[in-house]
């Protein structure tokens, strides 16, 4: 989360870094002995009226010594200093809108050079007798001697092949799919067209080519005639039905206001009704000969994790789906299309998940957990890492029938019931049913093909309770149930504890009721849907999708559909304005205020808008996106991604070390250990039979001698991954030299990290002589939390402990670490052999201190702020961020890009919002100055272990000693 700055020889050479521990922006003064600059980064650029903790000073070093003079400001966002003369210019917002100002060094004074009152100023650079700025939308050139500012008249000639028109392959932009009633076809989308894709044989079909438009989510009707989705042609999202071969004219549904996302078209089993979600967490339907949407619920919590896993009825009479209670557990509900009662199946006092109808229609299908405990804390770290196991059950739906379940015997018939076949008994039945098969036939002849009897749900609400069977399945963390055939169901599992991988494969069984028997099917998927008929299911694995019939497990690779010819026509430009209303309609619907923070976004938007016209590339939109909204003052407001041109990487590889320039060669400064056993943390040099030591020189790479003024890096480029020779040795000369075999890395930051964690950590040591432990938590996510557990954990026995979050990135809401910090001291025990030990058992008992920067934020900023609130102990450092307001689940923009919309908002209980756009104030405010960095302290460090120590000198950890052992024959 810091920046160095290197000087370069104007001649070329290896780079030399500048003494100053972490810089961003910078100048030098004329003569070169000071440099203006930025001390810390920023996590949003354009975050207007920013006052956390990341609001950026101006510091004016001088080289020779470091001594550090500020330029004086109140918590003003100052940047882009430059030095003109006697005077450093810079940027800042101190009075409003982003302008210029000045600093005299001689008189110490602050003055603003130009007045604005309109859009920020973005950058400034400075020339030998003339200054120039960016101000959105124009570059202008200032003459610091007559004050007057002049708009750069700026003709632009060129081709821009970003913004031409042309044919893009989309299988890799997948959003959505879904399989067509029989399972012939697919339907996807892709950057906002709808496309199906055969089975076998014939072509992808695009169904939309819309360009400017946004289509989502399809679905096809299961009588195979047609394909249902969300289109914003009209500028909202609107339902829109589509002839599966594309030659109908599209049947369009207004869904109502106010406008909204939406998400799911459900067709019922008569193609005669679709349900749907929106984002306000309502679940509709709409009669497709109507077109009236219908109300069915609400849902009580925003929960990211779980949805209404709604399923209709196989008579399309009705819809179940699972509902949040006030315990936010889910329980199944049944909605009545006739009457429009809603009406609760399960007790509420478990977790009841993903209901669905079987086929035949007497039963419904779900799935429970009784341990989901903190697991349903999905902001909360304490929610991580719990065993989930689900059962499945089922629900007889009508008074009368019989459990599908119910005991089986296997029973000996007595002689007397066995027919002989000497009788004639089985003859006569044999005849009878010979005649029944010939009158079978002849009604066939007479009357064609006999259709079924189509299926009637009925629902006995009243003692439904008592006709909930459990089912012969293991217990398991079931994602989902789907049905299949009549009597068939579909379970997808994962790991009972889910790992901390960005998406959990999930395995596939089916389960049989007639037999009672649960068979393997499919394993390693990331999606799966089952065709209408019940005969055949889509299902993703890898980067590819398949198709495959039900009846037995897929081989491997069978039913893989062909992607590679999956195109669309896109047009930059229309893409892009359609992308711009869309990021505002992101903003008006999903941002946690429906006011905007004051803002009407409707002005801002048209007040934006001119400038989509002079976009020349991807990336111009995004810059344009950045600016736009950081009107609305938030944080977590990121933007990024999209068609923005990647040229073709060279990664460098890197050993794990720092170099010096001795005797004409480059020499080990400082080797990085690492941890060998720990993939992540691989240390090339110190690799068993490598043991390169620090002090020996770097002779060769892959035969080529290195030697300065050569950029050692350089000798490394395109190696990092591949084995590669290089020569060390402990003499400039080559002399005693050896020649070993290394892997460079790609990254070297796991290694550089990890080694600041461990010289905290013995830094902490030293200074307390061996009491306090020390902790790093770099996030609230799940490094911190494997962090925490790894480290703090480890150090039990320690007297006291510093906690450092400084750089934490955030993530959850840290409650874990805060109640596993907090546990007091409770009771001792001893047993015959071994020393005594206490409860709880895995902990330090005695004071915390924690360390925070302004480089802390989000969870970094919750993690201090419930430090704080359970006076745990003090903060020692500088203000965190300050941003919290989360965010999670943004529809993606056409091309794959992204914006997010903070939707989130954590206030304290005193009803202020105490964190947002302030950030944690420590108790001890401390700062780490370049000079001192320079000099080997961390002052912020330092001045934690001395305050824990204070504290554990007035209030020292005590064990008890065990009482006398009764004597209750003492006479």
Same mark, same amino acid.
């Given at each position: 989360?810091?920046?160095?700055?290197?000087?370069v020889?104007?001649?070329?050479?290896?780079?030399?870094? %500048?003494?100053?521990?972490?810089?961003?922006?910078?100048?030098?003064?004329?003569?070169?002995?000071?440099?203006?600059?930025?001390?810390?980064?920023?996590?949003?650029?354009?975050?207007?009226?920013?006052r956390?903790?990341?609001?950026?000073?101006?510091?004016?070093?001088?080289?020779?010594?470091?001594?550090?003079?500020?330029?004086?400001?109140?918590?003003?966002?100052?940047?882009?200093?430059?030095?003109?003369?006697?005077?450093?210019?810079?940027?800042?917002?101190?009075?409003? #809108?982003?302008?210029l100002?000045?600093?005299?060094?001689?008189?110490?004074?602050?003055?603003?050079?130009?007045?604005?009152?309109?859009?920020?100023?973005?950058?400034?650079s400075?020339?030998?007798?003339?200054?120039?700025?960016e101000?959105?939308? /124009?570059?202008?050139?200032?003459?610091?001697?007559?004050?007057?500012?002049?708009?750069?008249?700026?003709?632009?000639?060129?081709?821009?092949?970003?913004?031409?028109?042309?044919?893009?392959?989309?299988?890799?932009?997948?959003?959505?799919?879904?399989?067509?009633?029989?399972?012939?076809?697919a339907?996807?989308?892709?950057?906002g067209?709808?496309?199906?894709? !055969?089975?076998?044989?014939g072509?992808?079909?695009?169904?939309?080519?819309?360009?400017?438009?946004?289509?989502?989510?399809?679905?096809?009707?299961?009588?195979?005639?047609?394909?249902?989705?969300f289109?914003?042609?009209?500028?909202?999202?609107?339902?829109?039905?589509?002839?599966?071969?594309?030659?109908?004219?599209?049947?369009?549904?207004?869904?109502?206001?106010?406008?909204?996302?939406? &998400?799911?078209?459900?067709?019922?089993?008569?193609?005669?009704?679709?349900?749907?979600?929106?984002?306000? %967490?309502n679940?509709?339907?709409?009669?497709?000969e109507?077109?009236?949407p219908?109300?069915?619920?609400?849902?009580?919590y925003?929960?990211?994790?779980?949805?209404?896993?709604?399923?209709?009825?196989?008579?399309?009479?009705?819809?179940?789906?699972?509902?949040?209670?006030?315990?936010? %557990?889910?329980?199944?509900?049944?909605?009545?299309?006739?009457? /429009?009662?809603?009406?609760?199946i399960t007790?509420?006092?478990?977790?009841?998940?993903?209901?669905?109808?079987?086929?035949?229609?007497?039963?419904?299908f779900?799935?429970?957990?009784?341990?989901?405990?903190?697991?349903?804390?999905?902001?909360?770290?304490?929610?991580?890492q719990?065993?989930v196991? +689900?059962?499945?059950?089922?629900?007889?739906?009508?008074?009368?029938?019989?459990?599908?379940?119910?005991?089986?015997?296997?029973?000996?018939?007595?002689?007397?019931?066995?027919?002989?076949?000497?009788?004639?008994?089985?003859?006569?039945?044999?005849?009878k049913?010979?005649?029944?098969?010939?009158g079978?036939?002849?009604?066939?002849?007479k009357?064609?093909?006999?259709?079924?009897?189509?299926?009637?749900?009925?629902?006995? %609400?009243?003692?439904?309770?008592?006709?909930?069977?459990?089912?012969?399945?293991?217990?398991?963390?079931?994602?989902?149930?789907?049905?299949?055939?009549?009597?068939?169901?579909?379970?997808?599992?994962?790991?009972?504890?889910?790992?901390?991988?960005p998406?959990?494969?999930?395995?596939?069984?089916?389960?049989?009721?007639t037999?009672?028997?649960?068979?393997p099917?499919?394993?390693?998927?990331?999606?799966?849907?089952?065709?209408?008929n019940?005969?055949?299911?889509?299902?993703?694995?890898?980067?590819?999708?398949?198709?495959?019939?039900?009846?037995?497990?897929?081989?491997?690779?069978?039913?893989?559909?062909?992607l590679?010819?999956?195109?669309?026509?896109?047009?930059?430009?229309a893409?892009?304005?359609?992308?711009?209303?869309?990021?505002?309609?992101?903003?008006?619907?999903?941002?946690?205020?429906?006011?905007?923070?004051?803002?009407?976004?409707?002005?801002?938007?048209?007040k934006?808008?001119?400038?989509?016209?002079?976009?020349?590339?991807?990336?111009?939109?995004n810059?344009?996106?950045?600016?736009?909204?950081?009107?609305?003052?938030?944080?977590?407001?990121?933007?990024?991604?999209?068609?923005?041109?990647?040229? +073709?990487?060279?990664?460098?590889?890197?050993?794990?070390?720092?170099?010096?320039?001795?005797?004409? +060669?480059?020499?080990?400064?400082?080797?990085?250990?690492?941890?060998?056993w720990? !993939?992540?943390?691989?240390? *090339?040099?110190?690799?068993?039979?490598?043991?390169?030591k620090?002090?020996?020189?770097?002779?060769?790479?892959?035969?080529?001698?290195?030697?300065?003024?050569?950029?050692? &890096?350089?000798?490394?480029?395109?190696t990092?991954?591949?084995?590669?020779?290089?020569?060390?040795?402990?003499?400039?000369?080559?002399?005693?030299?050896?020649?070993?075999?290394?892997v460079?890395?790609?990254?070297?930051?796991?290694?550089?990290?990890?080694?600041?964690?461990?010289d905290?950590?013995?830094?902490?040591?030293?200074?307390?002589?061996?009491?306090?432990?020390?902790?790093?938590?770099?996030d609230?996510?799940?490094? /911190?939390?494997?962090?925490?557990?790894?480290?703090?954990?480890?150090?039990?026995?320690k007297?006291?402990?510093?906690?450092?979050?400084?750089?934490?990135?955030?993530?959850?809401?840290?409650?874990?670490?805060?109640?596993?910090?907090?546990?007091?001291?409770?009771?001792?025990?001893?047993?015959?052999?071994?020393?005594?030990?206490?409860?709880?058992?895995?902990?330090?008992?005695?004071?915390?201190?924690?360390?925070?920067?302004?480089?802390?934020?989000?969870?970094?900023?919750?993690?201090?702020?419930?430090?704080?609130?359970?006076?745990?102990?003090?903060l020692v450092?500088?203000?965190?961020?300050?941003?919290?307001?989360?965010?999670?689940?943004? #529809? *993606?923009l056409?091309?794959?890009?992204?914006?997010?919309a903070?939707?989130?908002?954590?206030?304290?209980?005193?009803?202020?919002?105490?964190?947002?756009?302030?950030?944690?104030?420590?108790?001890?405010?401390?700062?780490?100055?370049?000079?001192?960095?320079a000099?080997?302290?961390?002052?912020?460090?330092?001045?934690?272990?001395?305050?824990?120590?204070?504290?554990?000198?007035?209030?020292?950890?005590?064990?008890?000693?065990?009482?006398? &052992?009764?004597?209750?024959?003492?006479?």
């Amino acid at each position: 989360d810091f920046d160095r700055l290197y000087s370069v020889p104007v001649e070329g050479g290896p780079a030399d870094v %500048l003494p100053m521990w972490r810089a961003e922006d910078a100048w030098l003064s004329p003569d070169a002995t000071r440099i203006a600059y930025v001390p810390n980064e920023v996590w949003q650029t354009s975050w207007k009226r920013y006052r956390g903790g990341q609001t950026t000073p101006i510091y004016i070093v001088r080289l020779s010594d470091l001594a550090l003079e500020k330029v004086p400001r109140e918590n003003s966002n100052d940047k882009h200093p430059v030095w003109f003369g006697d005077t450093v210019y810079f940027l800042s917002d101190r009075s409003g #809108p982003v302008t210029l100002f000045a600093y005299d060094t001689k008189s110490k004074t602050v003055k603003q050079v130009i007045e604005n009152k309109g859009l920020d100023f973005k950058s400034l650079s400075a020339g030998p007798d003339a200054l120039v700025y960016e101000q959105f939308g /124009g570059i202008y050139w200032f003459d610091p001697a007559g004050g007057k500012s002049k708009k750069v008249s700026i003709r632009i000639a060129g081709d821009l092949p970003a913004t031409r028109p042309h044919y893009e392959k989309v299988a890799e932009k997948i959003q959505n799919a879904a399989i067509s009633p029989t399972g012939a076809r697919a339907v996807f989308e892709a950057r906002g067209e709808i496309l199906t894709v !055969p089975g076998e044989k014939g072509d992808i079909r695009n169904l939309t080519r819309t360009p400017a438009v946004a289509e989502r989510d399809p679905a096809w009707s299961p009588d195979g005639k047609s394909i249902a989705y969300f289109s914003d042609e009209s500028g909202e999202y609107a339902l829109h039905i589509a002839d599966q071969a594309g030659s109908k004219a599209v049947k369009k549904f207004n869904l109502g206001n106010p406008p909204s996302y939406f &998400y799911g078209p459900l067709w019922s089993p008569d193609s005669k009704k679709i349900a749907y979600t929106d984002k306000r %967490l309502n679940l509709w339907y709409v009669d497709v000969e109507k077109g009236a949407p219908v109300k069915v619920t609400t849902d009580r919590y925003d929960d990211p994790t779980s949805g209404f896993s709604e399923t209709w009825s196989p008579d399309s009479k009705w819809l179940t789906y699972a509902k949040l209670l006030a315990n936010h %557990l889910r329980a199944v509900f049944v909605y009545s299309v006739e009457t /429009g009662k809603e009406s609760q199946i399960t007790d509420g006092i478990s977790d009841a998940r993903y209901p669905v109808f079987d086929k035949g229609g007497k039963s419904l299908f779900f799935a429970v957990s009784t341990d989901v405990g903190l697991s349903a804390g999905w902001l909360d770290l304490s929610s991580f890492q719990h065993p989930v196991l +689900r059962s499945v059950y089922l629900a007889v739906l009508k008074k009368g029938d019989p459990s599908p379940v119910e005991p089986q015997s296997d029973e000996e018939k007595a002689a007397e019931e066995k027919k002989d076949s000497s009788g004639g008994d089985k003859g006569k039945e044999a005849d009878k049913s010979k005649e029944g098969e010939k009158g079978k036939e002849g009604e066939k002849g007479k009357e064609g093909e006999k259709k079924e009897e189509p299926v009637k749900v009925t629902i006995d %609400l009243d003692g439904i309770g008592q006709r909930i069977v459990s089912l012969p399945i293991k217990a398991a963390n079931y994602v989902g149930l789907d049905a299949g055939k009549a009597g068939t169901l579909f379970l997808s599992e994962i790991v009972d504890v889910p790992r901390f991988e960005p998406q959990t494969p999930a395995t596939v069984s089916k389960f049989d009721l007639t037999t009672r028997k649960t068979e393997p099917f499919l394993s390693g998927i990331n999606g799966l849907g089952v065709s209408a008929n019940g005969e055949k299911v889509l299902y993703r694995q890898g980067q590819g999708w398949f198709i495959a019939k039900t009846d037995a497990a897929p081989k491997p690779g069978d039913g893989a559909l062909k992607l590679d010819e999956m195109e669309v026509y896109v047009d930059p430009r229309a893409e892009w304005n359609q992308m711009y209303h869309e990021v505002w309609r992101i903003q008006r619907d999903f941002l946690y205020d429906p006011h905007h923070h004051g803002l009407d976004i409707n002005a801002a938007e048209k007040k934006y808008a001119p400038y989509l016209k002079g976009l020349a590339g991807r990336a111009d939109l995004n810059y344009l996106f950045d600016e736009m909204l950081g009107e609305i003052t938030i944080g977590h407001m990121f933007m990024g991604g999209g068609d923005v041109p990647k040229p +073709r990487e060279v990664k460098g590889g890197l050993l794990g070390a720092d170099y010096k320039i001795e005797n004409g +060669r480059y020499r080990f400064a400082r080797i990085y250990n690492g941890e060998n056993w720990n !993939p992540e943390q691989r240390a *090339p040099l110190t690799q068993p039979g490598v043991e390169v030591k620090p002090g020996e020189y770097l002779l060769e790479v892959e035969g080529r001698e290195v030697r300065p003024p050569s950029e050692v &890096y350089s000798f490394f480029e395109n190696t990092a991954g591949k084995q590669i020779k290089i020569k060390v040795g402990p003499n400039a000369d080559g002399k005693d030299a050896k020649e070993v075999t290394v892997v460079p890395l790609p990254s070297e930051f796991p290694l550089r990290n990890r080694a600041w964690e461990e010289d905290n950590r013995r830094k902490v040591d030293e200074l307390s002589g061996g009491k306090l432990a020390y902790v790093h938590v770099p996030d609230t996510a799940v490094r /911190g939390y494997l962090n925490f557990n790894r480290f703090y954990f480890a150090q039990v026995g320690k007297q006291g402990a510093v906690i450092d979050e400084r750089y934490n990135h955030g993530g959850e809401v840290a409650d874990y670490i805060i109640d596993m910090l907090k546990r007091p001291l409770r009771n001792c025990a001893i047993s015959r052999e071994g020393e005594a030990f206490c409860s709880p058992l895995a902990q330090i008992y005695g004071p915390k201190t924690m360390i925070i920067n302004e480089m802390s934020g989000s969870g970094g900023d919750a993690l201090p702020w419930m430090f704080k609130q359970d006076q745990v102990g003090p903060l020692v450092g500088t203000r965190t961020w300050g941003g919290l307001v989360g965010i999670y689940g943004y #529809p *993606p923009l056409l091309d794959g890009g992204y914006v997010t919309a903070p939707r989130v908002a954590i206030y304290g209980l005193k009803g202020e919002w105490e964190v947002e756009n302030h950030g944690i104030a420590p108790d001890i405010e401390v700062e780490n100055d370049p000079a001192s960095v320079a000099a080997g302290h961390d002052r912020q460090l330092e001045k934690a272990v001395e305050v824990t120590l204070e504290a554990l000198k007035k209030s020292p950890v005590t064990i008890p000693e065990h009482p006398p &052992y009764p004597n209750y024959h003492k006479k």
